[in-house]
């Protein structure tokens, strides 16, 4: 079964690093979403991404952080200069068209130090 | 925004016992999808019912879902060890989906 794979699975970072998370959606799907999970909290949404621009994103979502779908298959998150309370575990996720489900990424473990 | 809200929030069963788990949320949705998490892992998708359905099922998987109180029952039959996990509604309300979950359910299931 087609599967949305992140790397890296986990990255420790120091604060103030820029920190780059990569993402490979299922090859078919047209829209594409990043969402993160603070250990022992709800999964939040981030930003969702659809011809080839941003078509929503959150509060969370500030200047510090930008998507881009840089060839035909991946597409990233870059935070730019990361907090302490950046660390998360962030989620890739796509779907192939409105209204059908989203599949998720195992994540990305993001640790900042 | 509105949420997901899921309850109870922690539920212990024993093996081949059901296990049912509800959702709650606050306005009109396109959809609601339920997914699974194993500790520390990725979501993985159960289940996606649509606003203008009101039960469907898929293997030991039952959803219901109930507009007009704005709830969602997932019914887990005849559970197993390996379903020990959290589990969470998510809700669709945009065209974008952008989902928005609940705190989940952490289900434990003893042999």
């Known amino acids: 079964e087609p599967e949305v794979t992140q790397t890296p699975s986990h990255q420790v970072t120091q604060m103030g690093q820029e920190v780059i998370l990569r993402c490979v959606p299922i090859s078919n799907h047209l829209y594409f979403y990043w969402y993160r999970q603070i250990l022992g909290q709800k999964v939040e949404f981030l930003v969702s991404f659809y011809n080839n621009e941003i078509s929503e994103k959150s509060e969370i979502f500030d200047d510090q952080f930008s998507v881009e779908r840089p060839d035909g298959s991946n597409f990233t998150l870059k935070i730019r200069s990361t907090k302490l309370e950046d660390s998360a575990m962030y989620f890739c996720?796509?779907?192939?068209?409105?209204?059908?489900?989203?599949?998720f990424g195992e994540g990305s473990w993001l640790t900042v130090v | 925004s509105q949420q997901g809200e899921e309850d109870p929030q922690a539920l212990s069963i024993q093996e081949g016992e059901n296990a049912t788990m509800n959702c709650s949320y606050k306005?009109?949705?396109?959809?609601l999808q339920w997914y699974r998490q194993n500790s520390g892992r990725g979501l993985v998708h159960l289940i996606l019912i649509r606003s203008n359905e009101r039960e469907k099922h898929s293997g030991r998987l039952r959803v219901t879902l109930d507009t007009s109180k704005k709830s969602s029952s997932l019914l887990i039959t005849a559970s197993r060890a390996a379903d020990t996990a959290s589990y969470f509604c998510?809700?669709?309300?945009?065209?974008?989906?952008?989902?928005?979950f609940g705190k989940g359910t952490m289900l434990l299931v003893s042999p």
């Open positions: 306005t009109s949705i396109n959809n």
């Open positions: 996720a796509s779907k192939q068209g409105s209204g059908n489900t989203i599949y």
């Open positions: 998510a809700t669709d309300d945009s065209g974008y989906s952008t989902l928005t």
